[in-house]
């Protein structure tokens, strides 16, 4: 999501986040931690949710639309490298192949497609 935010609105926009976070969601904004951790590796949903909140409403104008615009980038992305993953006419298929993509997010919340 960070990476989405510094290709949408450039280096110095992310980079001056952390400044502006509060100091127990700072670390969940550095892109090199990120960029270190493992694939499983996770936030907690609250302070994921708090983070998310906060970089809209620091960033955008707390409208919601910069996470929209972020989300849409993300999905473009799975979709176009994904090699197979949508197919036309078979809309059951490709939610199948992105539920992965879908859930990853949250652990420990059930979802139901």
Same mark, same amino acid.
């Given at each position: 999501?960070?990476? +989405?935010?510094?290709?949408? #609105?450039?280096?110095?926009?992310?980079?001056? @986040?952390? +400044?502006?976070?509060?100091?127990? @969601? /700072?670390?969940? $904004?550095?892109?090199?931690?990120? *960029? +270190? /951790? $493992? +694939? #499983?590796?996770? &936030?907690? @949903?609250?302070?994921?949710?708090? #983070?998310?909140?906060?970089?809209?409403?620091?960033?955008?104008?707390?409208?919601?639309?910069?996470?929209?615009?972020?989300? /849409?980038? %993300?999905?473009?992305?799975? =979709?176009?490298?994904?090699?197979?993953?949508?197919?036309?006419?078979? =809309?059951?298929?490709? &939610? $199948?192949? %992105?539920?992965?993509?879908?859930? *990853?997010? !949250?652990?420990? &919340?059930? %979802?139901? !497609?």
């Amino acid at each position: 999501m960070l990476e +989405a935010t510094e290709r949408q #609105l450039g280096v110095p926009a992310v980079a001056g @986040l952390r +400044a502006r976070l509060p100091p127990r @969601l /700072s670390p969940h $904004a550095s892109l090199d931690r990120l *960029r +270190a /951790s $493992a +694939a #499983l590796d996770s &936030v907690p @949903l609250d302070e994921g949710e708090e #983070l998310l909140l906060a970089v809209d409403s620091l960033l955008g104008d707390g409208s919601g639309k910069l996470l929209e615009s972020i989300g /849409s980038d %993300l999905a473009a992305r799975v =979709l176009s490298q994904g090699g197979g993953v949508a197919r036309a006419g078979d =809309l059951y298929g490709t &939610v $199948a192949r %992105l539920q992965t993509f879908l859930e *990853r997010p !949250f652990i420990g &919340v059930p %979802l139901v !497609f």
